[in-house]
């Protein structure tokens, strides 16, 4: 039996899952029409493979992943290619992404598929058929599969995430209860690429149906996993939160899991990594829960590019619907519009309404109380980053580590004020990226002004020293005897180029943006994207006809 | 469009200060026992002079009245001032003290969650110190009074300043048993002696220890109800309990034992209703513990060495000064950087 551990605060939110829970998994009809986005994962979004007009089959490529952070993206089913256009997706910024959208032709013919034995493959080619099959962390943030085996030191222990802590979400519920033995079987494959020693299945323990249906999985495999049932506590599903749960280890800020000898997976992964290697199946579809103000909240199998309009419509959403939250409420987005498609990431839909959501009374003053410091698992002081926040004083902030807040919101959830404190988070986070961005940008200009300054000095002395020389040399030839110093001239010359290049190295160094440098891959991935979106910005406000103000260097 | 989290089940500000009230009631209810009604008045006209300084001074500075004058928080402080106001005092003394409570010690610093000083006490300390007099004429507990005064003379006294003939208001009030020992002692009396004086009872002061006793009730509920942290009460009374331990054993004819200081003056709702204060209290677990024991060790000084009658509204704004640099000086390590921190 494996001692658990505790994480500092958390809370208990209602749980909300018993309603979509009461039906089994149900395949969610083939709709006319996907949308595709080409970036579904963290990182870069993929390159497009199709062209309109194309048809393509099921399983079939149609996005190529760009450089080591990105993921492959795939056909969800056979059609023809009716549009490659920027259409609104599941974003907060609710600003375009380029998307594939399918005609579908509903004959569900597939590409061909590449079933492996993962134990012929070495764990660079166990990687590559990942990164091939466009396998994500369904969990929610989406992190391409792929990256996660790769690993500095050994891996000691590979923990499974099925806590699924939030509210109304059961989608890894409804899995595990249905789809257990692949979950093991994916498992295995993932241990056998981390050449993990011990696995932990980690399911907060208001799951009983899939504790047990795992734990039967696990048996019958005869495998030596072990299935932990952790007590009901938000965030427990949290990567860091469950590897302290499990292991006693904090994975220090900053840092990967895996740099302390810890991997982390969501079960949903696990599934999809099974069918990549067993079947030869790319990510085409998951698991997702409709739930909320629905008359038949239930999950569904559903194809990515799916509208998220048509997912409701199955489940009946009632009169009093005004809006859609993908994910559960206490993380998840509002989405900008109904009809955005699903993502890798999507794992609920919740129909919203005033009276499933009532709004917050309009925020008061902090009182200091700290209740949001007791719930905080990052074991921050929410009260004073608030503060800073609100100040505008970002160093403070980053001083007080905001960059280890995880955003769960249960500050938010017990703020007796009702301050929403993670709006504040992100705003300050985000207004510390775009200034950090600034500031290199701003310093790539300098450094260019410097050196073109540096090299007009050059070329003036040059020629100085070139004239001087001419002199000398005629001076040489009057007096008849040549003797250049030419060489030494040089050295100097060198030696002084060389001393304002690495002033300007120095100052550049001292001018770096701080508590930006250590990064985890996760935050670069978000700050690449942020970066990306604003590029994106430019580049239509300059397709636009606003000459006035061209992109900056590409 | 506000961002997650959709949901919310938070114990909202007014009803924070509600419980905090209603802690207050075993005490209030014991006062009335042992002194009469009288304090039901002040606290009646302290809480009208409290909604009406708020409303004015929030409608000067342009803030919405109704969310601010329903977050309980004006009462809270009109309460604690009236319990440490005599009540038998002119109607202004009262009405004073609150409202310089509330209009600049609260309002002037930015109003609910800005105030770096305790209001009440602020509110108290002004009126200590300029009207001494008016201050340190106490009630005599009903049973003792040589001369009882009826709560209407009483009522008479409070809204127009006058006592029925032939009767003086020394004959009807007495000091604080804290401030009657302090003279004694310089008179040369022993605590032993002083402690055989009528108005002293079992633990402290007749009447007033049942009091603190009930306030104690209130703050134990507050604790158990989480409203208020173990930090700050537990902290204080240990220290206060620990700094009176130490100068009685050393000398128990000067210096009384350990419990009177509980029991007597303004320790208990101090303790659990003054220091506790979040807004005016540090954050952090250390910090609360430095805190509290600060102003303990500093209401023992004033009560013993110092020239006023108690020490806490002394020792909690003096205290208050330091918190910025004691939250600054004691943030607690962040998940995952606990090793390696100095």
């Given at each position: 039996m494996t001692t658990l551990f505790t994480f500092?605060?958390?809370?208990?939110?209602?749980?909300?899952?018993?309603?979509?829970?009461?039906?089994?998994?149900?395949?969610?009809?083939?709709?006319?029409?996907?949308v595709i986005p080409l970036r579904q994962h963290a990182g870069e979004p993929a390159k497009p493979l199709v062209q309109i007009g194309e048809r393509v089959l099921k399983g079939q490529l149609i996005g190529a992943p760009v450089g080591g952070f990105s993921a492959a993206i795939h056909a969800p089913t056979s059609g023809t290619i009716s549009a490659i256009a920027l259409k609104q997706v599941a974003h907060p910024s609710a600003l375009p992404e380029l998307c594939v959208v399918l005609a579908v032709d509903g004959r569900e013919e597939w590409a061909a598929r590449d079933p492996v034995d993962y134990r012929a493959l070495s764990g660079a080619e166990l990687q590559a058929h990942l990164r091939a099959h466009g396998i994500v962390g369904l969990g929610g943030a989406a992190f391409p599969s792929d990256m996660k085996l790769r690993h500095a030191i050994p891996v000691e222990t590979l923990i499974l995430n099925g806590a699924e802590c939030e509210p109304y979400i059961s989608c890894d519920d409804m899995l595990m209860r249905e789809r257990a033995d692949e979950i093991v079987r994916g498992v295995e494959i993932l241990r056998h690429a981390l050449e993990a020693r011990a696995v932990l299945i980690g399911i907060e323990d208001n799951k009983p149906e899939a504790i047990a249906a795992m734990q039967q999985a696990v048996q019958v495999s005869g495998l030596p996993f072990e299935v932990v049932a952790i007590p009901t506590l938000y965030p427990s599903g949290s990567a860091k939160q469950l590897i302290k749960i499990l292991t006693g280890l904090e994975v220090p800020s900053g840092k990967l899991p895996t740099d302390i000898g810890v991997q982390c997976f969501n079960v949903g992964t696990a599934c999809a990594i099974k069918r990549a290697c067993d079947d030869g199946e790319p990510l085409l579809s998951r698991i997702v829960t409709v739930t909320g103000n629905v008359a038949h909240p239930r999950n569904y199998e559903a194809l990515v590019g799916t509208r998220f309009a048509e997912l409701v419509q199955l489940s009946k959403a009632l009169p009093d619907t005004d809006r859609y939250l993908m994910g559960g409420p206490m993380m998840g987005l509002e989405l900008p519009a109904a009809d955005v498609p699903l993502v890798k990431a999507s794992n609920c839909v919740i129909a919203a309404s005033d009276a499933l959501f009532p709004p917050k009374p309009a925020p008061l003053p902090c009182i200091r109380c700290t209740r949001c410091a007791q719930v905080c698992p990052a074991e921050l002081q929410p009260q004073d980053l608030y503060w800073f926040a609100q100040s505008n004083n970002f160093g403070k902030a980053q001083e007080?580590?905001?960059?280890?807040?995880?955003?769960?919101?249960?500050?938010?959830?017990?703020?007796?004020?009702?301050i929403p404190l993670v709006h504040y988070y992100r705003y300050a986070k985000s207004e510390i990226r775009a200034r950090d961005q600034e500031k290199r940008a701003a310093d790539q200009a300098r450094e260019r002004h410097e050196f073109h300054q540096l090299r007009i000095e050059r070329e003036k002395q040059e020629k100085a020293d070139r004239l001087a020389q001419k002199e000398r040399e005629n001076a040489a030839k009057a007096a008849a005897a040549p003797s250049a110093p030419a060489a030494s001239v040089d050295d100097t010359q060198q030696m002084r180029i060389d001393a304002a290049i690495e002033r300007a190295k120095?100052?550049?160094?001292?001018?770096?943006?701080?508590?930006?440098?250590?990064?985890?891959?996760?935050?670069?991935?978000?700050?690449?994207?942020?970066?990306?979106?604003?590029?994106n910005l430019h580049k239509l406000a300059a397709d636009a006809g606003a000459d006035d103000e061209p992109p900056k260097q590409h | 469009m506000l961002s997650s989290p959709f949901i919310a089940r938070p114990l909202a500000v007014n009803q924070i200060m509600l419980r905090v009230l209603l802690a207050l009631l075993p005490g209030i209810a014991l006062y009335v026992w042992f002194f009469g009604p009288a304090i039901l008045v002040s606290i009646t006209v302290a809480s009208l002079t409290a909604l009406a300084t708020e409303a004015a001074m929030l409608k000067l500075r342009h803030r919405p009245l109704k969310p601010f004058l329903s977050d309980n928080s004006a009462l809270l402080t009109a309460w604690l001032l009236a319990l440490s106001v005599p009540p038998l005092a002119p109607w202004w003394l009262v009405v004073v003290g609150t409202a310089f409570a509330i209009a600049v010690a609260k309002q002037l610093y930015g109003g609910l969650g800005n105030n770096p000083f305790n209001p009440a006490m602020i509110g108290y300390a002004v009126l200590i110190i300029s009207f001494p007099h008016e201050m340190t004429h106490w009630l005599s507990p009903q049973a003792l009074g040589a001369v009882h005064l009826p709560f209407a003379?009483?009522?008479?006294?409070?809204?127009?300043?006058?006592?029925?003939s032939g009767l003086t208001l020394d004959a009807v009030?007495?000091?604080t048993p804290l401030d009657t020992l302090k003279t004694q002692l310089h008179l040369g009396h022993s605590v032993g002696e002083i402690r055989e004086l009528p108005i002293y009872g079992r633990l402290a002061g007749q009447g007033t220890e049942m009091i603190a006793l009930g306030f104690a009730a209130g703050g134990l509920y507050l604790l158990f109800t989480r409203i208020i942290s173990w930090h700050l009460p537990l902290v204080f009374l240990a220290t206060l309990f620990g700094m009176a331990g130490i100068f009685h054993l050393v000398d128990p004819a000067h210096y009384v034992a350990p419990l009177f200081h509980w029991f007597s003056g303004a320790a208990m709702i101090g303790a659990f209703f003054i220091l506790t204060d979040p807004i005016s209290s540090p954050t952090t677990a250390k910090g609360k513990i430095l805190f509290a024991a600060g102003a303990g060790i500093l209401t023992y000084l004033i009560r013993v060495f110092g020239g006023f009658p108690d020490g806490v509204a002394f020792a909690t704004i003096l205290m208050n000064m330091c918190v910025p640099i004691i939250d600054a000086y004691t943030q607690p390590a962040v998940f995952g950087q606990k090793e390696g921190r100095k």
């Open positions: 500092h605060g958390g809370i208990h939110p209602p749980g909300n899952k018993a309603q979509s829970t009461a039906h089994p998994i149900a395949p969610a009809p083939l709709p006319q029409e996907l007080w580590n905001l960059f280890d807040c995880i955003e769960c919101g249960a500050c938010a959830y017990v703020c007796p004020s009702s120095a100052q550049t160094i001292a001018a770096q943006p701080k508590n930006t440098d250590h990064l985890t891959r996760e935050q670069q991935a978000e700050i690449a994207a942020i970066e990306a979106r604003r590029a | 003379e009483q009522m008479v006294y409070f809204f127009r300043g006058v006592l029925p009030t007495m000091s």
